[in-house]
C-alpha cells in the first residue's frame, strides 16, 4: 500500500475524515500524565495539529514510517520533534512521555500488538496510551467504496479484515500488550459532502489501499467501480458519519 504520496493528497482523501476525528478522540482520551505527548503513526499531521494547540509544539514528538509525511509536519508544525521511524521501534527512552496516542494506524502496524507495548514502553507510570480505527464492518467512511470493489471483484482483500477494525479486536490487543486498565469507546463525526465527486475524486490519488486498488484498474473497470460507490450512496448532498473503535489504557 503506498503512504508514500504528497501530504495533500493525504488530506483531501482521509483528512477530511480524521481531522474531525481527532477532536474527539482527544476529547476522549484525555492528556494522560500531562507533556510531552507522543503521536504514533502520525501521518501529515491531523492529530498532531491538535496536540500542539494543546501543548505548544516543543512539548510534542511525533513518527510516521513515510518520509514525505515527516516532512510535511516539518513545514506545518515547526518545532515539533518529528521522526522517521516505526511504531513497534520507537527511537525514545523508557518512560519520556505523559501520553502516546495512534490515531488509525493500528491497523497497519506490521506487528500491532508490539506496537502498542512499544508505545507502553515510552509512557511513564500513571500516563496514557491511546489508539483508535474505523470501524469497518459498519462505520468506515470509505466502507461503501469496498463494498463496491468487492461487488465487482470478489477476490479483493477489504480493509474489514484487519486487525482491530472489529468489536472488541482493539481491546483485545491492548490486553495482549501488557495492559489491564482498560477503556472503550465508540466514537462518530460527520462530515458534509455537497456532490459525490467531492466524495470520490479522493480515491483517484493514489493513497493506501484503496488508491492502490483504483490506480491498478482500467480506465473501463474505474468507471464501473465509480457507478457502483454512486448506486450506494445517497443523492448530494449527503452526510458521511463514521464510527472508529479506541481504546485507552493507564500505564
Given amino acids: 500500500m503506498s503512504f508514500e504520496v504528497a501530504a495533500r493528497a493525504y488530506d483531501r482523501y482521509m483528512g477530511r475524515f480524521s481531522q474531525p476525528l481527532a477532536a474527539e478522540f482527544l476529547a476522549w482520551a484525555g492528556g494522560g500524565d500531562g507533556p510531552p505527548v507522543l503521536d504514533v503513526g502520525c501521518g501529515p499531521g491531523a492529530l498532531t495539529t491538535r496536540l500542539v494547540e494543546a501543548h505548544g509544539a516543543e512539548q510534542v514528538s511525533a513518527v510516521d514510517p513515510s518520509e514525505a509525511f515527516v516532512g510535511a509536519i516539518r513545514e506545518r508544525l515547526p518545532g515539533t520533534d518529528v521522526v522517521v521511524a516505526a511504531a513497534e521501534r520507537l527511537p525514545f527512552g523508557d518512560g519520556t512521555f505523559g501520553a502516546a496516542y495512534a490515531q488509525l494506524v493500528v491497523h497497519f502496524m506490521a506487528e500491532p500488538v508490539a506496537g502498542l507495548a512499544e508505545m507502553g514502553r515510552v509512557v511513564r507510570p500513571g500516563g496514557t496510551v491511546a489508539a483508535c480505527v474505523w ?117
Avoid at 468489536?167 to 491492548?174: D, E, F, N, R, W
Avoid at 465527486?197 to 474505474?222: I, K, N, Q, Y
Fill in 135 to 251: 470501524d469497518f464492518a459498519e462505520g468506515s467512511p470509505i466502507g461503501p467504496f469496498w463494498d463496491a470493489a468487492h461487488e465487482l471483484d470478489p477476490s479483493v482483500r477489504v480493509e474489514a479484515g484487519r486487525p482491530g477494525t472489529g468489536p472488541g479486536q482493539l481491546v483485545a490487543m491492548a490486553r495482549d500488550a501488557g495492559f489491564d486498565d482498560l477503556g472503550d469507546a465508540l466514537l462518530g463525526v460527520t462530515v458534509p459532502m455537497a456532490t459525490f465527486e467531492e466524495w470520490w475524486e479522493p480515491f483517484t490519488l493514489g493513497v493506501g489501499p484503496a488508491g492502490d486498488h483504483v490506480a491498478r484498474l482500467s480506465p473501463g473497470a474505474r468507471e464501473r467501480l465509480r457507478d457502483a460507490c454512486r448506486r450506494r450512496l445517497p443523492d448530494p448532498p449527503f452526510d458521511v458519519v463514521a464510527r472508529a473503535w479506541a481504546v485507552r489504557a493507564t500505564v
